[in-house]
């Protein structure tokens, strides 16, 4: 004050462990070249060593969470391919090969010789001799009793077609008309599907419901001697004991199989594994009906037991043959003239 000296500008004191900061401009170092400059200092000013510190720190600590990331999502998509391999396999081997058959084609796995084979109770077509017999074995023990409904139409029309029968031989054949038997149970066919394993057709339920066979070839159908349904099961495990013991028997439709029900006829048992039937069977599979003789490939068939009883009741009422066989009556016994039988 008063003519004193001008005051000195003071320097700024700098903070605790911060670096001191200068306003003037830098000038380029003595042994800079002629014209160069040094760069402007940042408008934040220079990093410390300290946050160079704090940054470094930052780094690492993401880089080790991208590894993590990294090794986890790897994980999942490993395990997830893993899984998927079989799937892919199996499309690839189930797919045609590419290239208009140019690819490798890979063929499906051989079954094994000894895996057993399923039996089928379809009848066989065109047998030869030197074809094997199926594997069957016979069930020892029934199964469930179950008495299936019978559809009231069929059996209807089984019992027009009896009525027909028995009209012709009360009228005509007395002898034969009381050689008829009595009908058959509902629950005796039941069982012996149960233990044979197979269900009757229904035309041929109603036939046995109506009667349960007869007592001679006369009173059968066709001049073979109609069974029972005791005989039906008993000549059916006949034949299927000769055919699990690797035999080769026969029936009225060539080479029995397990669908085979022999209704009307008889069976020669020469041996265990060796049977020869001769008359009428039932394929238990469609419903046909089939008429042979011994080591004989079908005479005729039918569609149905229904159309057999049809075909006979025709014949009677008419006089006209039937599978080449034509009804005469004697002494009051209808007999069936026409080729001549080995069995019946």
Same mark, same amino acid.
């Given at each position: 004050? +008063?003519?004193?000296?001008?005051?000195?500008?003071?320097?700024?004191?700098?903070?605790?462990?911060?670096?001191?900061?200068?306003?003037?401009?830098?000038?380029?170092?003595?042994?800079?070249?002629?014209?160069?400059?040094?760069?402007?200092?940042?408008?934040?000013?220079?990093?410390?060593?300290?946050?160079?510190?704090?940054?470094?720190?930052?780094?690492?600590?993401?880089?080790?969470?991208?590894? !993590?990331r990294f090794m986890v999502t790897a994980t999942l998509t490993a395990v997830l391919l893993v899984s998927l391999l079989p799937v892919m396999w199996r499309?690839?081997?189930?797919?045609?090969?590419?290239? +208009?058959?140019?690819?490798?084609?890979?063929?499906?796995?051989?079954?094994?010789?000894?895996?057993?084979?399923?039996?089928?109770?379809?009848?066989?077509?065109?047998?030869?001799?030197?074809?094997?017999?199926?594997?069957?074995?016979?069930?020892?023990?029934?199964?469930?009793?179950?008495?299936?409904?019978?559809?009231?139409?069929?059996?209807?029309?089984?019992?027009?077609? !009896?009525?027909?029968?028995?009209?012709?031989?009360?009228?005509?054949?007395?002898?034969?008309?009381?050689?008829?038997?009595?009908?058959?149970?509902?629950?005796?066919?039941?069982?012996?599907?149960?233990?044979?394993?197979?269900?009757?057709?229904?035309?041929?339920?109603?036939?046995?419901?109506?009667?349960?066979?007869?007592?001679?070839?006369?009173?059968?159908?066709?001049?073979?001697?109609?069974?029972?349904?005791?005989?039906?099961?008993?000549?059916?495990?006949?034949?299927?004991?000769?055919?699990?013991?690797?035999?080769?028997?026969?029936?009225?439709?060539?080479? !029995?199989?397990?669908?085979?029900?022999?209704?009307?006829?008889?069976?020669?048992?020469?041996?265990?594994?060796?049977?020869?039937?001769?008359?009428?069977?039932?394929?238990?599979?469609? +419903?046909?009906?089939?008429?042979?003789?011994?080591?004989?490939?079908?005479?005729?068939? !039918?569609?149905?037991?229904?159309?057999?009883?049809?075909?006979?009741?025709?014949?009677?009422?008419?006089?006209?043959?039937?599978?080449?066989?034509?009804?005469?009556?004697?002494?009051?016994?209808?007999?069936?003239?026409?080729?001549?039988?080995?069995?019946g």
């Open positions: 004050v +008063g003519g004193g000296r001008p005051p000195v500008p003071s320097t700024p004191r700098a903070g605790a462990g911060a670096p001191a900061r200068s306003s003037a401009p830098l000038r380029p170092p003595a042994s800079a070249p002629h014209g160069a400059s040094c760069p402007p200092e940042p408008v934040l000013g220079r990093p410390s060593a300290e946050d160079l510190k704090r940054h470094d720190r930052r780094e690492g600590a993401a880089g080790s969470a991208g590894r !993590w499309s690839f081997r189930g797919a045609a090969p590419v290239g +208009g058959g140019q690819g490798m084609a890979i063929p499906a796995p051989a079954r094994s010789a000894s895996a057993p084979a399923l039996p089928s109770i379809a009848p066989r077509t065109d047998p030869t001799p030197s074809e094997p017999s199926e594997a069957f074995i016979c069930p020892t023990a029934g199964g469930p009793v179950v008495v299936r409904p019978l559809d009231r139409r069929v059996r209807t029309a089984v019992d027009q077609q !009896w009525r027909r029968i028995e009209a012709w031989l009360k009228a005509n054949a007395p002898v034969t008309y009381a050689e008829l038997r009595p009908p058959a149970r509902a629950h005796t066919i039941a069982v012996a599907e149960s233990q044979m394993g197979l269900r009757f057709p229904d035309s041929l339920r109603a036939s046995l419901l109506r009667h349960n066979g007869s007592r001679s070839r006369s009173s059968g159908l066709l001049g073979w001697r109609t069974l029972g349904v005791r005989e039906i099961r008993d000549t059916w495990r006949t034949l299927c004991r000769a055919h699990s013991l690797g035999g080769r028997p026969s029936g009225p439709a060539g080479l !029995w199989n397990p669908a085979t029900i022999l209704v009307a006829g008889s069976v020669l048992d020469f041996d265990p594994a060796r049977a020869e039937a001769s008359g009428l069977a039932v394929d238990a599979a469609t +419903g046909d009906v089939a008429q042979g003789g011994l080591m004989a490939g079908p005479e005729e068939r !039918w569609t149905s037991y229904y159309a057999l009883l049809k075909a006979t009741a025709a014949a009677l009422e008419t006089g006209r043959p039937v599978a080449g066989r034509r009804p005469v009556v004697t002494a009051g016994r209808l007999h069936w003239a026409g080729p001549s039988r080995r069995t």
